[in-house]
């Protein structure tokens, strides 16, 4: 029997021990990349675990500064708040109550970690609305689109009164994002950024987080979350966030929609753009717009508003 012809080239050389892997590692996942979904429920006076995240709570006040002083420590950078009140209503009146549980959140935030967090905010309504839409009703059951840009401008207003970094718009509403821009920016707000979901697709991923905020939702949101099969439409919506003013895009959820990411990242207006993977529970990456260039439609955009 002749001798086995060995290998020349062994790439496993580079894969022997645990710092030869640490050494030559292209890709790293470290704390300051890292957001953290935090969900705070009203009335509470212990942590409740969420059964469809083992390991995840909701939080009373008290842990919820616990959650994020540790987090801090730990290294890291971002924390994403989710509110869950008392009671619910039609339009979800709590969310844009300074006393509502979400912005009695942000404060609490705020006051015990100060910078040492990006203290986000979801800017939604499905939290707070006894139907479980992420924004109002007409008469006839229909997501009244203009109605709930009024109230998201409302949020964003209380939101950022009430100390938090960005806003996190994920209800999918057309428009919402230059809405929130100019709402914060008459209130002196100019400051506030806006994580925008740039491209959020009808999905069953959001079962979890949706046990999370105790939603009741009522029907499904596909006359307002993207359709799965439409990546350029992700692309598109993305692109108009942008130029509307958001200072991050979010493709959501990430893992199922990687070639939409791609198409986001090398679309031809977002060049010069900073790309980098940011982890949360849900896996979103993320992209930040840098300051636009004169004559850019970026620019152009904003010295209209």
Known sequence: MSEIERPVVRPRRLRTTPAMRELVAESRVRPEQLVLPVFVREGLAEPQPISSMPGVVQHSRDSLRKAVTEAAAAGVKGVM?????AAKDATGSCAVDPDGILNVAIRDVVAEVGDALVVMSDLCLDEFTDH???????????VDNDATLAAYAEMARVQADAGVHLVGPSGMM?????VIRA???EAGHTDTGILAYGAKYASAFFGPFREAVDSSLQGDRRTYQQDPRNGVEGVREAVLEVEQGADIVMVKPALAYLDVLRQVRDAPELRGCRWRPTTSAASTPWSRRPPPTAGSTASRRSSRR
């Open 81 to 85: 708040l989710f509110g869950i009140p």
């Open 132 to 142: 479980g839409h992420c924004g109002v009703l007409t008469a006839d059951g229909r």
């Open 174 to 178: 057309d428009g919402q994002v230059a």
């Open 183 to 185: 709402a914060l920016d």
